[in-house]
């Protein structure tokens, strides 16, 4: 596949790598070129403009942190994200110090970002995932008791049977939570998740649902 990914933090650097490793054709964009020099030359992977990676992709990821999400989307251009799936990483975390290892949002819980950026470009087609887990395990995790658990949600079905692609091929089962609402509670579980790394550096973990 042609995979856009918009970003060039550890995250975008990670997920775009993995997409490298599984045979897609990448192009992440950035504002700042220097950023991705080393990442270009360890993954023969391509670099451009916001806009020139949401042109190049069939699927565009968003991995860039949410106080921002809304800019680079602009940059990116609404013609070049229409119709397509975005696989949207971004949580709503605000710029102040966690409390007892909790993170603040800029959200609420009658809201979330996903539903402010599919507001913001009505025409793409959002799928919230990989938010609730750091980047060491994002691409084929290694934990015990097989395979964890990644949560997703968007209003469109195709977009999500994309993603869900994307992540059984990544090492993930998937759990699906319907409309683009679920995000309300998705997102917040990067909150939870933060907090063993936080209070006790332990940042090696995952999520699992599990039934009988």
Same mark, same amino acid.
């Given at each position: 596949?042609? @995979?856009?990914? +918009?970003?060039?933090? $550890?995250?975008?650097?990670?997920?775009?790598?993995?997409? #490298?490793?599984?045979?897609?054709?990448?192009? #992440?964009?950035?504002?700042?070129?220097?950023?991705?020099?080393?990442?270009?030359?360890?993954?023969?992977?391509?670099?451009?403009?916001?806009?020139?990676?949401?042109? *190049?992709?069939?699927?565009? #990821?968003?991995?860039?942190?949410?106080?921002?999400? *809304?800019?680079? +989307?602009?940059?990116?251009?609404?013609?070049?994200? /229409?119709?397509?799936?975005?696989? %949207?990483?971004?949580?709503?975390?605000?710029? #102040?110090?966690?409390? &007892?290892?909790?993170?603040?949002? !800029?959200?609420?819980? %009658?809201?979330?970002?996903?539903?402010?950026? /599919?507001?913001?470009?009505?025409?793409?087609?959002?799928?919230? $995932? !990989?938010?609730?887990?750091?980047?060491?395990?994002?691409? &084929?995790? /290694?934990?015990?008791?097989?395979?964890?658990?990644?949560?997703?949600?968007?209003? &469109?079905?195709?977009?999500?049977?994309?993603?869900?692609?994307?992540?059984?091929? !990544?090492?993930?089962?998937?759990? %699906?939570?319907?409309?683009?609402?679920?995000?309300?509670? @998705?997102?917040?579980?990067?909150?939870?998740?933060?907090?063993?790394?936080?209070?006790? &550096?332990?940042?090696? *973990?995952?999520?699992?649902?599990?039934?009988?």
């Amino acid at each position: 596949m042609k @995979i856009g990914v +918009l970003g060039s933090g $550890a995250v975008a650097k990670v997920l775009a790598s993995g997409f #490298v490793r599984h045979g897609d054709d990448v192009l #992440v964009g950035t504002r700042d070129a220097k950023k991705l020099a080393d990442w270009k030359k360890e993954t023969g992977g391509k670099t451009g403009s916001f806009a020139e990676a949401a042109a *190049h992709g069939e699927i565009v #990821v968003l991995a860039v942190k949410g106080l921002i999400a *809304h800019e680079v +989307l602009k940059l990116a251009g609404s013609t070049n994200l /229409q119709g397509k799936t975005i696989i %949207d990483t971004t949580n709503p975390i605000a710029d #102040v110090p966690p409390v &007892n290892g909790v993170i603040k949002f !800029f959200t609420t819980l %009658d809201d979330s970002l996903m539903e402010r950026l /599919q507001k913001q470009v009505p025409d793409a087609r959002f799928v919230k $995932a !990989f938010s609730c887990v750091g980047n060491a395990l994002m691409v &084929n995790p /290694q934990v015990k008791g097989g395979r964890p658990t990644m949560f997703i949600c968007g209003n &469109n079905e195709h977009a999500k049977e994309q993603t869900k692609e994307v992540l059984s091929r !990544f090492g993930w089962e998937t759990e %699906d939570m319907g409309a683009v609402e679920a995000a309300r509670a @998705i997102e917040p579980l990067c909150i939870l998740w933060c907090i063993p790394g936080f209070l006790r &550096n332990d940042w090696a *973990h995952a999520i699992t649902m599990v039934r009988p």
